[in-house]
């Protein structure tokens, strides 16, 4: 039956529309049907993922690149797998289109047991599971809503930016219906305006708090991107004069080629001088800031509320004065930057205590390869052309480190944290961001969760360069507090890569135990195989691990085995 005039056409269109190229998935029984509309449409390409969980660490990483992602599986089994991905997104505000083939629109309301469930006639496991990790949730098992119901649940995901829900049942892609006769109508959001009297004493309250300070700075937070308040800020930090951080979750979202950039601020691991300038501070202006146990280092930061403005996506608070709400950041940003005067104070206070990084050490020819020394070339092959995916661990605080060229893109995945994401995020980036290379740094235990999806890279072509640093085990997990449960079992990283690679597609592996051998691996990548996935194995020793992390470490123990309140 032809795909014109059906529900199955009506959605892929609807994605082309708002963006998606590109769908990971995993086919199951109850999305077949489904899929095959997906791939009759001519500018949606279906990836083929080795596991739920992975298409939905790619269709995060997709949507980090490309503004919005989507993915689909099929019902409870491929649905409640996907969901950890689905979490991940929700915590850091991406929007993922998460299609789920349903059952049989026959099926709902009987008293039949169906595979693919936990074996009662009740369908509505699945459904609850997403509605905490999802911002709207559309289950279609009938033809006459299902154009409402669907175009609601993809327009909520946009306006919101967050993941959304959508279960089909597999009997009803494929079915003409009038309301799906004709090409959908363009989607039009309708923009978010401030409340003008809001905004106005909004910014004049925090003018008012920032002209009388002495050293005042503004620091960007991970909140900007789902605000789309990225150029905002740095007309506010060009008019003002302050000097720039970013908390660790925002690196990325501002040039670190701005002349007022000064580093991350991430409390007692924060870049040299960058903490102490902050902290020092007698004023600062948190813009869309997220305040955790990880970016606070264990709430160890030494931020008074009273010296600070926190601007989040619709509402400013000033110190412990006026909160103001439905007042958008980028409207904030914009009017506030005319209202301020320049001030130079803490930058100069920076440039005079600033002592520029030294370098770290050249090895000896047979020396064993140091973490450290991985970074520094690292740092060497970055330029606007890359992009640079952190894997949970020790790369989290290593990658904070590098330099960002200016479109040098930067993604990590901060508040979830789940080892492992940054597999499918690479596929799901590259995918999206065909005009960079992407350089992915990603631990031994993380890899070994989410692995098969190298085989996804090398089906599609894609040319990231992936350092696999192979230190025998979780060490993020051995600095908060070890035992024998962090040691994991050692494989032969790059004889599995080239067991996937099975001699179809270009890849290409090394393994790396010196700087000579790590000169010579990066050297073929960038050259001899730039148009290949290349995949270097770093071996280092166990305990080889940035002093960031030894810090961090140490804090968020303690966090963590805080005695109970006395009751």
């Known amino acids: 039956m032809a795909s014109s005039g059906t529900m199955g056409s009506h959605l892929a269109r609807r994605l082309v529309q708002i963006g998606v190229r590109d769908v990971f998935s995993v086919p199951g029984d109850f999305n077949l049907t489904l899929l095959d509309h997906l791939v009759d449409e001519p500018e949606l390409n279906l990836v083929g993922c080795c596991n739920e969980l992975n298409a939905g660490y790619a269709a995060d990483g997709y949507a980090r690149a490309n503004g919005v992602g989507a993915c689909a599986v099929t019902f409870t089994v491929g649905g409640l797998s996907v969901i950890n991905a689905i979490a991940g997104a929700y915590s850091e505000n991406l929007p993922i289109i998460c299609i789920v083939g349903g059952p049989n629109s026959n099926d709902y309301?009987?008293?039949?047991?169906?595979?693919?469930?936990?074996?009662?006639?009740?369908?509505?496991?699945?459904?609850?599971?997403?509605q905490t990790v999802t911002c709207a949730q559309a289950v279609v098992n009938n033809l006459e809503d299902a154009h409402e119901l669907i175009d609601t649940a993809i327009s909520t995901a946009l306006k919101e930016s967050k993941p959304v829900y959508i279960s089909i049942s597999c009997?009803?892609?494929?079915?003409?219906?009038?309301?799906?006769?004709?090409?959908?109508?363009p989607f039009f959001l309708a923009p978010k305006i401030s409340n003008q009297l809001g905004l106005e004493a909004a910014v004049e309250a925090t003018a008012e708090f920032l002209n009388k300070a002495v050293k005042p700075v503004i620091i960007a937070g991970p909140k900007m991107r789902v605000s789309r308040a990225q150029q905002s800020f740095i007309d506010?930090?060009?008019?003002?004069?302050?000097?720039?951080?970013?908390?660790?979750?925002a690196k990325g979202l501002v040039s670190e080629q701005h002349p007022h950039f000064i580093g991350t601020y991430w409390g007692a691991v924060s870049t040299t001088f960058c903490g102490e300038i902050v902290e020092s501070a007698d004023a600062y202006v948190f813009v869309g800031p997220i305040f955790n146990d990880y970016s606070s280092v264990g709430y160890s930061l030494l931020i008074k509320k009273e010296k600070s403005v926190i601007v989040?996506?619709?509402?400013?608070?000033?110190?412990?004065?006026?909160?103001?709400?439905?007042?958008?950041?980028?409207?904030?940003?914009?009017?506030?930057?005319?209202?301020?005067?320049?001030?130079?104070?803490?930058?100069?206070?920076?440039?005079?205590?600033?002592?520029?990084?030294?370098?770290?050490?050249?090895?000896?020819?047979?020396?064993?390869?140091?973490?450290?020394?991985?970074?520094?070339?690292?740092?060497?092959?970055?330029?606007?052309d890359s992009a640079v995916i952190a894997e949970?661990?020790?790369?989290?605080?290593?990658?904070?480190?590098?330099?960002?060229?200016?479109?040098c893109g930067y993604e990590f995945q901060m508040q979830y944290g789940s080892i492992g994401w940054s597999v499918g995020a690479t596929l799901g980036y590259a995918q999206a961001a065909k005009d960079?290379?992407?350089?992915?740094c990603i631990g031994d235990g993380s890899f070994q969760v989410t692995a098969q999806d190298i085989s996804t890279m090398i089906r599609c072509g894609?040319?990231?360069?992936?350092?696999?640093?192979?230190?025998?085990?979780?060490?993020?997990?051995?600095?908060?507090?070890?035992?024998?449960?962090?040691?994991?079992?050692?494989?032969?990283?790059t004889g599995l890569v080239d067991a996937i690679h099975n001699g179809e597609g270009n890849c290409w592996t090394a393994?790396?135990?010196?700087?000579?051998?790590?000169?010579?691996?990066?050297?073929?990548?960038?050259v001899t195989y730039k148009e290949s996935l290349c995949f270097i194995e770093v071996l280092v020793h166990k305990d080889d691990t940035s002093k960031e992390l030894l810090e961090w470490g140490s804090r968020v123990s303690s966090a963590n085995s805080r005695p109970p309140n006395p009751q």
């Open 236 to 249: 506010l930090a060009d008019a003002c004069g302050y000097p720039i951080a970013v908390m660790p979750s």
């Open 392 to 407: 949970t661990g020790d790369s989290w605080f290593n990658c904070q480190k590098l330099c960002l060229p200016e479109n």
């Open 511 to 526: 393994k790396v135990k010196t700087e000579d051998e790590l000169v010579k691996a990066i050297a073929s990548a960038t």
């Open 312 to 384: 989040e996506p619709n509402r400013v608070t000033i110190g412990n004065g006026p909160s103001i709400g439905w007042v958008f950041m980028a409207d904030f940003l914009n009017a506030l930057a005319k209202k301020l005067k320049k001030n130079n104070t803490a930058m100069e206070n920076y440039s005079r205590i600033y002592v520029p990084p030294g370098i770290a050490l050249k090895l000896d020819k047979d020396e064993p390869l140091r973490v450290n020394i991985l970074f520094k070339h690292i740092q060497e092959m970055l330029s606007g």
């Open 109 to 130: 309301g009987t008293s039949r047991i169906l595979h693919h469930t936990i074996g009662l006639p009740d369908f509505s496991q699945e459904l609850q599971c997403f």
């Open 171 to 185: 009997n009803l892609p494929a079915i003409p219906y009038p309301t799906f006769a004709r090409e959908p109508v």
């Open 436 to 440: 960079k290379r992407v350089i992915a």
């Open 462 to 493: 894609q040319k990231s360069i992936i350092f696999l640093i192979n230190n025998g085990g979780y060490t993020i997990e051995v600095e908060i507090h070890d035992g024998p449960y962090n040691v994991i079992k050692n494989w032969n990283y």
